[in-house]
């Protein structure tokens, strides 16, 4: 494995640790005061992560284009789809066992049969047709 996947990697498994440890913040926890720091809740500190990695999301993109560095569709498109997988990772994270697998009528699918329909066409269907196109 190359170095920057090795940092993709750690840098997945470090939002999972952190999704782990936030996740079960109950709604009523929202407003509780964080502990000497005048008038900030648990609320803005949420609000701040997400913003904090908004703001140096756009700070990287400056740098990467400074170096020269620009995407090809194909880049592009992936990093679209990495974008998408993190908020299906975020949508999971707050579900439980149960919820993962509930039905909301019998005409719809599951949260569970969603993402593994996903992730079959993904790693089936899909990314095969574009490798065979490639090699032919």
Do not use: C
């Not at 005061?33 to 803005?44: E, L």
């Not at 990467?64 to 995407?71: A, E, F, K, N």
């Not at 908020?87 to 569970?112: C, F, N, Q, V």
């Not at 329909?117 to 095969?128: A, K, Q, T």
């Amino acid at each position: 494995m190359s170095k920057v996947n090795d940092y993709l990697k750690n840098m997945a498994e470090s939002r999972a640790k952190v999704i782990a440890k936030l996740q079960n913040v109950p709604d009523e926890a929202m407003t509780l005061p964080i502990p000497n720091r005048d008038n900030i809740s648990v609320r803005f500190i949420f609000y701040r992560l997400v913003a904090h990695e908004i703001e140096h999301t756009i700070h990287l993109a400056k740098t990467v284009r400074s170096l020269g560095v620009h995407l090809s569709e194909a880049e592009q498109i992936l990093e679209e789809l990495a974008e998408s997988r993190g908020k299906l990772i975020g949508m999971l994270s707050t579900l439980t066992d149960e919820e993962l697998d509930t039905k909301p009528s019998a005409e719809d699918w599951s949260p569970r049969e969603v993402v593994d329909h996903i992730l079959e066409v993904e790693e089936g269907s899909y990314s095969d047709q574009i490798i065979n196109a490639l090699e032919k």
